[in-house]
Nanobody, 123 residues
């Protein structure tokens, strides 16, 4: 499966933004998907994950209550809706997929990665 992340941009603190992760290839509905982010000079960190059927979601504490992950398997797309954005949310955001996996929070649990999309939140 190939992943394409999009939707990043420059926003102000308090704004909302929705990222999309579009997948090509067959059987996308069998893949768990995670969103990760990497700020400048920091390690890649887990943001949110969703199971292959969409029944289970998992969030980092830093985004819980502000970010929502969802998926539309008919469109082969996973979304990350981000609200109440903060300057510390500034990072390159990546989506990743793991077939039949759980919404894991470790990068090594995912086999497929998309290119990143930059999110910049100004104060």
């Amino acid at each position: 499966v190939q992943l394409q992340a999009s939707g990043g941009g420059l926003v102000q603190a308090g704004d909302s933004l929705t990222l999309s992760c579009a997948a090509s290839g067959r059987a996308f509905a069998t893949y768990a998907v995670g969103w990760f982010r990497q700020a400048s000079e920091k390690e890649r960190e887990f943001v949110a994950g969703i199971s292959w059927a969409g029944a289970n979601t998992h969030y980092a504490d830093s985004v819980k209550g502000r970010f929502t992950i969802s998926r539309d398997n008919a469109k082969n797309t996973v979304y990350l809706t981000m609200t109440s954005l903060k300057p510390e949310d500034t990072a390159v955001y990546y989506c990743a997929a793991d077939q039949w996996g759980a919404p894991a929070n470790r990068p090594q649990d995912y086999d497929y990665w998309g290119q990143g999309t930059q999110v910049t939140v100004s104060s």
